[in-house]
């Protein structure tokens, strides 16, 4: 008799597909006075801690400026706990794809400034925001100011001149600053008086810094005076990387640059060898601060990732 072959029986059973749920960053502030900035603290920690977000917060008698990062459905939960609060409940929250591992810890500190100028007298808000800084202008109307006024209009980065390395307005003045307080002493240096009389559109990554910078040049004479609404986060979005942004954008996480398109312009010298990179890097050595650009390349090369000073020495 010869032998039959033993049947296959493939038997389905009702299963489900687990998925990996996203990781979300928020960027976003808000100007308004805040009466009791320690209460807002704690309330502001009790709302991470619940939904395990990790991030920085910082709280003034101005408002509220942070960075948060988390699952999705757990970023949606804080957003809508936080716009309970009257005072927050028109801020504009930035969404952007996370990897769940941006930020090593929840840091929610109470400081004099939202942003640190040095200069928290200057600033005045009410429940509309500053009082007397410059006119908000959407990404449309900034097109459409250089398109009516052309080369008259002055792009001016409100960032520092690391972050600009790899990306800025067309034609943008970059200042020589390492922190926000050095802009207060660039202003007042008188390099930048023969601007005073032209249209200034001041821009940043989300559009907090230039909030105050603007009414810092406002109040040292600037006369016509713009801000991005949203700042290069709200631009990009729109206008990716075919009108007047060129280049990636620096971000205070483990990401350290996004793009807004598959094409942006590398403006970037690798600080090795000078060719074109837009890729940040955290030096090895834990005693130095130092964050530098360096290529595919040299990177490759380099057993461990140094910048060129503390290169020199090893």
């Known amino acids: 008799m010869a032998n039959q072959a033993t049947p296959i029986v493939i038997r389905k059973f009702p299963h489900k597909i687990a998925t990996i749920e996203p990781s979300k960053i928020l960027l976003f502030y808000k100007f308004a006075p805040i009466a009791d900035p320690e209460a807002i603290r704690l309330w502001q920690r009790a709302l991470c801690e619940r939904f395990n977000l990790n991030g920085r917060i910082i709280i003034s008698k101005h408002g509220i400026n942070g960075t948060v990062g988390g699952l999705m459905t757990n970023v949606k939960k804080y957003v809508r706990a936080t716009k309970e609060f009257a005072p927050f409940k028109s801020i504009d929250f930035k969404w952007s794809e996370g990897n769940g591992d941006e930020f090593p810890r929840l840091e929610i500190r109470v400081r004099d400034e939202i942003v640190t100028f040095g200069k928290p007298d200057e600033i005045i808000v009410d429940e509309n925001g500053i009082v007397g800084g410059g006119v908000h202008l959407k990404p449309a109307e900034v097109d459409s100011l250089v398109a009516e006024r052309g080369d008259e209009v002055v792009f001016f980065d409100g960032r ?7 990306g ?147």
């Not at 360096?294 to 090893?314: E, G, T, V, Y």
Request: glycine share 8%.
């Open 168 to 314: 800025k307005f067309k034609n943008a003045v970059v200042t020589d600053v390492a922190t926000t307080p050095d802009f207060v002493g660039e202003l007042e240096s008188g390099k930048y008086d023969h601007l005073k009389e032209k249209p200034i559109v001041t821009y940043c990554t989300g559009g907090i810094r230039c909030e105050v910078l603007s009414l810092l040049m406002k109040n040292r004479g600037f006369k016509e005076v713009y801000q991005i609404d949203g700042g290069i986060v709200r631009y990009g979005e729109e206008f990716g990387d075919d009108s007047l942004w060129e280049g990636s954008l620096y971000v205070f996480d483990k990401r350290l640059k996004v793009d807004f398109s598959d094409h942006p312009k590398v403006l970037g010298k690798c600080d090795y060898c000078a060719s074109s990179t837009s890729q940040f890097f955290d030096c090895a050595n834990l005693d130095c601060r130092c964050l530098f650009l360096l290529c595919r390349d040299c990177s490759n090369k380099s057993p461990k990732i140094l910048c060129p000073k503390c290169r020199a020495k090893n």
């Open 160 to 166: 520092s001149a690391h972050e600009a390395r790899i």
